[in-house]
């Protein structure tokens, strides 16, 4: 809908929609994180993704690598 706004996908579903994730990421979506999921680990998803989103509007080169699941 609009490729501005950044998507990390919570999900309990990894294994079962792994296909459907791997589109989602290759078409954009900026990460997932797999429930249930403590505090600091959301936290330390949303800090990696929100930097590579800084370097990429920056300009930075190795930004643009593929997101980790």
Do not use: W, Y
Not at 34 to 45: C, I, M, S, V, Y
Request: charged letters at 20%; proline letters at 6%; aromatic letters at 2%.
């Amino acid at each position: 809908m609009n490729p501005a706004v950044v998507v990390l996908l919570s999900t309990g579903f990894l294994v079962q929609a792994q296909n459907r994730i791997e589109r989602m990421l290759a078409r954009g979506m900026a990460g997932v994180i797999r429930k249930p999921h403590r505090p600091d680990e959301l936290l330390a998803q949303v800090h990696s993704i929100l930097e590579r989103v800084k370097m990429s509007r920056a300009g930075c080169a190795f930004a643009h690598l593929p997101a980790s699941a």
